[in-house]
């Protein structure tokens, strides 16, 4: 009994330590595999002092690896500073002086291609009384259960302003939702055109995207992009990685919503933010007289985003149809 359940100890924490290790293996080839080797070796000794019934040397032996290997991953820390993919260069940050909102690093690409693009970093000022709308994007590129959220914030001069949280890549470096899970991506907050931020996935990253016109009111939206703005400014000075489940594109969001409807409670379809539209629907956000299904199937933007033969400006185009955006 007590073998066994020194084995299952060994197979969990191992679960764990292989791939923290393996995402954060040295770049040099003749110590890549180093780190893995050192604790599978370790690992093999604890089972066979183990087997020989040898438990308090098997702990001890445990312990001597697990330790140190807990003390390392507690020290690994964000950086802010790495080479970073050019689309997520900087973090936004803003500046509130009364009713002006002053933004600093609004990306404003202008994307030819998904890898060929002209970069544009721009200062933004906005008035915090002009914003009349707040709407919900949800993008998918895979599996129809996880999707990408933005939040989109409109003003009365018909301006648009798309906010996302992102993984912050470095450069060349791939998403992978495991490595999520073990510090190897950091986060950013990025606020941006529409013509950039939404355009970018829907026309040239093949990415199929919905939009939904929010119910909430212009009091609620300032109060929930003035949170964008605080979360955003904090990152900027203090680094923060990403993580699969605890720091992604909804539930960074979530918590920001919590502080405007405290009563909103937590989610699988957090998580499986393709439902995220489900969510939110059975909270009472999005427009009333709607079934959730002529929501999705009216929000649909992917054709009309796609239509570069219109003449209709792009924010506008993608919203014609939309429940509640008709005085767009």
Not at 193 to 198: L, M, S, W, Y
Request: aromatic share 12%; net charge positive; glycine share 6%.
């Amino acid at each position: 009994m007590l073998l066994c359940l020194q084995v299952l100890v060994v197979l969990l924490v191992s679960l764990w330590a292989l791939p923290a290790l393996w995402y954060h293996r040295p770049r040099r080839l003749a110590l890549r595999y180093l780190p893995l080797a050192l604790w599978l070796l370790l690992m093999t000794l604890v089972v066979t002092l183990a087997a020989r019934d040898q438990p308090l040397s098997a702990a001890l032996c445990f312990l001597v690896g697990f330790a140190p290997l807990l003390l390392w991953w507690r020290g690994v820390m964000p950086k802010g500073n790495c080479d970073w993919a050019d689309d997520m260069a900087y973090t936004t940050t803003g500046v509130v002086d009364g009713d002006s909102l002053r933004l600093q690093r609004v990306r404003c690409f202008d994307w030819r291609s998904a890898t060929d693009y002209e970069m544009r970093w721009e200062s933004r000022e906005y008035s915090l009384s002009a914003l009349r709308s707040v709407d919900m994007l949800t993008s998918f590129w895979g599996h129809r259960s996880i999707a990408h959220m933005l939040i989109s914030f409109g003003f009365s001069d018909g301006r648009y302003l798309s906010w996302s949280v992102e993984i912050r890549r470095v450069r060349d470096q791939e998403y992978s939702a495991i490595a999520g899970f073990f510090k190897h991506f950091e986060l950013n907050i990025v606020a941006s055109d529409e013509t950039d931020i939404v355009k970018v996935r829907s026309n040239h990253r093949g990415e199929d995207m919905y939009l939904y016109r929010t119910r909430l009111s212009p009091a609620a939206g300032r109060q929930l992009l003035l949170g964008y703005v605080e979360a955003a400014n904090r990152l900027a000075v203090r680094p923060r990685f990403y993580h699969t489940v605890r720091a992604n594109c909804t539930n960074v969001v979530f918590a920001l919503m919590q502080r405007i409807r405290p009563d909103l409670r937590s989610d699988i379809r957090l998580l499986l933010s393709g439902y995220l539209d489900s969510y939110v629907y059975a909270q009472g956000g999005l427009q009333k007289g709607f079934s959730l299904a002529e929501l999705r199937q009216r929000g649909r933007i992917t054709e009309r985003a796609r239509d570069e033969s219109s003449d209709v400006p792009f924010s506008r185009r993608i919203r014609q149809g939309v429940p509640g955006c008709d005085n767009d």
